[in-house]
């Protein structure tokens, strides 16, 4: 697995990521999807961050989770979101991850079709947030192994 630096100032930061390393604590990575701007500043059009799964039935040594994946309304249905979605996939896999999980809203078909477009299927795990009403989500995951993803 890849080791994560821990800088202590802005600076230290900067140069990490400049040669290559990665910055961010706890094996947190931060995705950012970019796209050339009509006045040629660079445009941020969507993030994705991962991190070792957390849940207590998952091997963090293996299973990465997808914490999240946003990509600007005004931006969708151009590929980001793919995009954001393979890097994610293809740097875990070179990290020694095998499976990535996703915790999705129960009724978010968006998220849902997205994800199972791409090779993503509901595990059976199963968790209600309370948002001041009961809000049921699904985890799903995905085989990133030996280049039987899809993504």
């Known amino acids: 697995m890849f080791a994560y630096a821990r800088p202590e100032t802005l ?3 900067i140069d990490l990521v400049a040669g290559g390393g990665r910055p961010l604590a706890g094996g947190t990575d931060l995705l950012v999807g ?6 040629s500043a660079e445009l941020v059009v969507g993030f994705a961050a991962h991190a070792p799964a957390e849940d207590p039935d998952l091997d963090a040594a293996t299973t990465a989770e ?3 994946l946003l ?4 931006h969708g249905r151009a590929g980001h979101g793919s995009r954001l979605l393979a890097a ?3 740097l875990l896999g070179e990290d020694g ?7 999705v809203f129960e009724q978010d ?5 997205f994800l199972g477009s791409a090779g993503w299927a509901p595990d059976g795990a199963r968790r209600v947030l309370d948002m001041g009403e009961p809000v049921p989500m699904i985890r799903m995951h995905t085989d990133i192994s030996g280049g039987t993803r899809r993504l």
Not at 34 to 39: A, H, I, N, Q, V
Not at 109 to 113: D, E, G, N
């Open 88 to 90: 994610t996939a293809d």
């Open 109 to 113: 078909a968006v998220m849902r079709r």
């Open 66 to 68: 997808l914490v999240t």
């Open 71 to 74: 990509v600007d309304p005004v």
């Open 34 to 39: 970019l796209r050339k701007g009509k006045f």
């Open 97 to 103: 991850f095998a499976t990535v999980v996703c915790w």
């Open 11 to 13: 600076r230290e930061a």
